[in-house]
């Protein structure tokens, strides 16, 4: 892999785990990943990380559902939920295919270099 490309991941990569967004199961595979760079399992580790990412990133529609649904206005409180619907719908119509928060951002991101990661 590219170093550039590499030290760019890394970058991102230190960054989602600070993301207030990212999930625990996120964190740990992105810390998994990073203790991996530059080891015989980074290959190994590198495919587990991309399988969590497409995992775990949001499709604008599934926010939606989950942000109108019962359970999500639960968990976020009925005025977040409904603020998360209108914003989520307003990025959709703009042509967003994924929820904007700081963690789905970061791995949307990484995803656009999965196929260099994956080499």
């Known amino acids: 892999m590219d170093k550039v490309v590499l030290d760019h991941i890394v970058e991102k990569t230190r960054a ?3 993301a207030p967004t990212c999930s625990n199961e996120t964190k740990a595979a992105a810390q998994r990943w990073l203790d991996a760079v530059g080891t015989d399992v980074e290959k190994e580790e590198t495919k587990k990380y991309i399988d969590e990412l ?3 990133i949001m499709p604008i529609d599934t926010l939606i559902g989950f942000a109108q649904s019962e359970k ?3 968990y976020f409180g009925a005025e977040t939920a409904a603020n998360i619907v209108a914003h989520a719908k ?3 119509a703009a042509g967003a295919q994924y929820c ?3 963690a789905c951002t970061i791995v949307a991101d990484i995803l656009e270099k999965k196929d260099e990661l994956l080499k």
């Open 90 to 92: 307003e990025i959709k």
């Open 72 to 74: 999500g206005m639960q």
């Open 16 to 18: 989602l785990i600070n």
């Open 100 to 102: 904007d928060c700081p």
């Open 54 to 56: 497409e995992a775990d």
